[in-house]
């Protein structure tokens, strides 16, 4: 018996790895969490498979239920949003299968992040603009430790992908204005390849009430920097006179 814990991606049925789709279309109990969880991703378990809703249960409730799939010798899919590792709290989880001597395994998703930089669409580094990505989440019921506060991260000039924040996003807005400046570009995508899909692009001066304004305050991703400009320098990997390792520039 083993524990999957399976990224369901960002929403879309079709961004799930080929591995993750075949451990849900064979999957005989899963825990999948709530309402993060995009229906067409669960529309694949199959319909005699038991489910449960992580989103009512405590720690003691879902280890419960890897336990009875450890006396029927059964596998149990543990559904997390985007990719587990990020934000997942499945640490805890794994340390109660280590003391249960219950074997598990990650299966990578792809990150509301890289779906959001996919939906707007952009890219999120730019020669000499920013060559660092900071996957990060504004401090609230659980705090940052101090040198990972946002005005820490905002030294660096590097995009900000900011999880779990959109319900601050005045206070972060008005915390980067002041490294990035408020003209900087910002985008807000909100579930990200899900039917509701919504993407609002702006500055660091507008974002808030643009995104206020659609009545937006959660499940969402926050992107800033200035490699969101489409006016920034190109590559020059593809430029005619530019060499390297395959290619002599001319």
């Given at each position: ?9 960002p ?5 799930l ?30 319909e ?64 509301s ?8 669409p952009?890219?999120?580094?730019a ?10 989440r ?18 660096t ?8 924040s ?10 980067l ?47 800033v ?26």
């Amino acid at each position: 018996m083993k524990v999957f814990f399976v990224g369901a991606g960002p929403g879309d049925p079709e961004l799930l790895t080929v591995k993750a789709e075949r451990l849900l279309r064979n999957c005989k109990c899963c825990i999948y969490a709530g309402s993060l969880v995009s229906p067409g991703v669960i529309d694949l378990l199959p319909e005699r498979a038991e489910k449960h809703d992580s989103a009512a249960l405590s720690l003691r409730e879902i280890v419960s239920i890897f336990r009875k799939g450890q006396e029927q010798g059964i596998d149990i899919v543990r559904l997390h949003s985007g990719d587990p590792v990020i934000y997942g709290a499945i640490r805890e989880q794994m340390n109660k299968l280590d003391r249960l001597g219950i074997g598990y395994e990650v299966v990578p998703g792809i990150s509301s992040f890289q779906a959001a930089a996919a939906a707007l669409p952009t890219e999120l580094t730019a020669p000499e603009v920013a060559q660092t990505i900071i996957l990060t989440r504004a401090s609230g019921r659980t705090p940052l430790p101090k040198d990972q506060e946002l005005d820490r991260l905002a030294e660096t000039q590097a995009t900000l992908c900011i999880f779990l924040s959109t319900g601050q996003i005045e206070n972060v807005v008005n915390t980067l204005a002041q490294y990035y400046g408020p003209d900087c570009p910002a985008a807000v995508v909100y579930r990200a390849s899900w039917p509701e899909q919504k993407i609002i692009e702006g500055t660091l001066d507008d974002i808030a009430p643009k995104t206020l304004s659609e009545g937006i305050t959660r499940t969402a991703m926050i992107i800033v920097g200035r490699a969101l400009s489409r006016a920034i320098p190109a590559s020059k990997l593809y430029d005619q006179g530019f060499t390297h390792g395959y290619r002599v520039g001319s």
